[in-house]
């Protein structure tokens, strides 16, 4: 495992691993120093390896061409150069970034034209990453597939295929591995994100449909669930998905859509990523409207800031947009996550939002003295507070708004707070607010 940058191969190395992610410390510690190493020499990995996973960021393009919406495709084309210039041996290359369709040609030409040594040969293959974080060891060990596009048209590409099949066969049973063209196992990645994503924006349409009419969007998920055509997963409604892919290969699935000329297609994906934005504004006017128009001032304590539970990710979290909504009608933000340290709120937020947010490490003392509470991130945790005991320490009427439909609403109710949960029937306290 080789990366340029010290700082983070020296934390792979210590006991403080750079991420949180749920048994990632174990597999680490079994395996480190035994077949498992990691160093910045990338020189002598590229000579010594006879296949390279590339495994680089490709953020949303910031600037120029296609700018907030195509990938940006920098670190992935320094990565090729690296390969060729210091290859002295025929490599396999891997591409396990979520890339654009057709970024194996570009990296081939690249990989081609720049390596000095005679007679290299690259056979570039497409083995497009499932794993969802917070969950990362468990779809790694057991995937429900795992897909590899290669030339399959030619021997060469066919013989790569099947070496990198040889590997993943060793844990993943054969039936279970798929051999496509290259072509379609890249926009598998991104056709894959955005139909996951596209879900999640359906269920959240219809949350907004269900708090009008009397319906509940946890009762119409599990009904349309048990379609087996449907399926139950990926159906909770939300205050909005977050995490590095979805939204930003959505938007790069469009953007080549556009390119193609395809605008229809194009207006169709972006319109996923509009929902989410949509979700995100309702619940910030939800709890502006519950609160009589007014939360200048008012403390409201966040609980959770990471994108999704069991990971300190911050990445394009609704917590963010939320944050800066409520920040915006004034309001003082008391935020507590778990796994989220204040230096990175500071990153996510700015330093000019940090005035209105205060970061505890303690659950109570975010909740001290608050006159609501947001769930933003379904941390388990959450589910097991003394609920009493934080209604008594609340001003009254005490809000909870549950962003994530994970609390008993019902108990909530019973002991006095005044609840907002996400599509379902709404409080006749809250029905009459104005403007929701
Ligand atoms: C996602 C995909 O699920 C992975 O298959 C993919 O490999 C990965 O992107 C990637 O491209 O690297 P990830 O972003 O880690 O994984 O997390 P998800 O579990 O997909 O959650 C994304 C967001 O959707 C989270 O904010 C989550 O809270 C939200 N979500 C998920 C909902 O709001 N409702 C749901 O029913 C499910």
Not at 107 to 127: M, T, W, Y
Not at 134 to 150: K, M, N, Q, S, Y
Not at 179 to 191: C, D, P, Q, R, V
Not at 408 to 424: N, P, Q, S, T
Request: a negative charge; charged letters at 25%.
């Amino acid at each position: 495992m080789v990366d340029l940058n010290q700082q983070r191969i020296d934390a792979w190395n210590s006991e403080n691993l750079p991420i949180y992610e749920p048994g990632l410390d174990e597999v680490v510690k079994a395996c480190r120093g035994r077949n498992l190493f990691f160093s910045t020499d990338c020189e002598a990995a590229i000579r010594a390896a006879q296949c390279i996973f590339v495994s680089v960021n490709t953020p949303t393009k910031k600037t120029g061409l296609g700018k907030g919406k195509a990938a940006d495709l920098t670190y992935w084309e320094s990565a090729a150069r690296n390969i060729a210039a210091w290859s002295t041996s025929d490599k396999i290359i891997v591409e396990k970034s979520t890339v654009p369709v057709r970024t194996a040609e570009a990296i081939e030409k690249v990989l081609l034209r720049n390596c000095p040594a005679q007679g290299v040969h690259f056979d570039i293959l497409s083995n497009p990453e499932f794993l969802a974080e917070g969950t990362a060891i468990d779809d790694l060990t057991a995937p429900d597939r795992v897909l590899i596009g290669g030339k399959i048209e030619n021997e060469r590409g066919t013989a790569a295929c099947a070496a990198l099949v040889d590997v993943y066969a060793n844990w993943v049973p054969r039936e279970r591995i798929l051999t496509a063209n290259l072509w379609s196992a890249e926009l598998s990645k991104l056709t894959a994100n955005a139909m996951l994503a596209q879900r999640i924006s359906s269920i959240n349409a219809i949350s907004a449909l269900c708090e009008c009419t009397g319906a509940d969007v946890s009762q119409v998920s599990f009904a349309i669930g048990k379609d087996s055509r449907i399926g139950p997963k990926f159906l909770n409604a939300s205050v909005g998905f977050g995490g590095s892919c979805f939204q930003k290969d959505i938007l790069n699935l469009a953007y080549i859509c556009e390119c193609h000329g395809l605008q229809e297609v194009a207006d169709y994906w972006y319109s996923v990523v509009g929902m989410n934005d949509y979700q995100k504004t309702r619940f910030v006017r939800r709890v502006v409207s519950a609160m009589f128009n007014t939360i200048r001032n008012k403390k409201i304590a966040m609980l959770g800031f990471a994108f999704k539970k069991d990971t300190g990710d911050t990445r394009e979290t609704p917590a963010i947009d939320v944050a800066s909504g409520m920040i915006d009608d004034g309001a003082k933000i008391a935020l507590f996550d778990p796994q989220v340290p204040e230096e990175q709120v500071r990153m996510d937020m700015g330093d000019e939002a940090m005035k209105s947010i205060t970061c505890y490490s303690k659950p109570m003392d975010a909740l001290n003295d608050a006159h609501a509470v947001t769930i933003m991130t379904e941390w388990d945790e959450f589910k097991t507070y003394d609920w009493k005991a934080i209604y008594e320490v609340m001003h009254k009427p005490a809000f909870v708004f549950d962003g994530r439909n994970i609390l008993d609403h019902a108990h909530l109710r019973e002991i006095g707070f005044i609840v907002y949960a996400l599509g379902k029937p709404i409080d006749p306290f809250l029905k009459s607010a104005e403007g929701a």
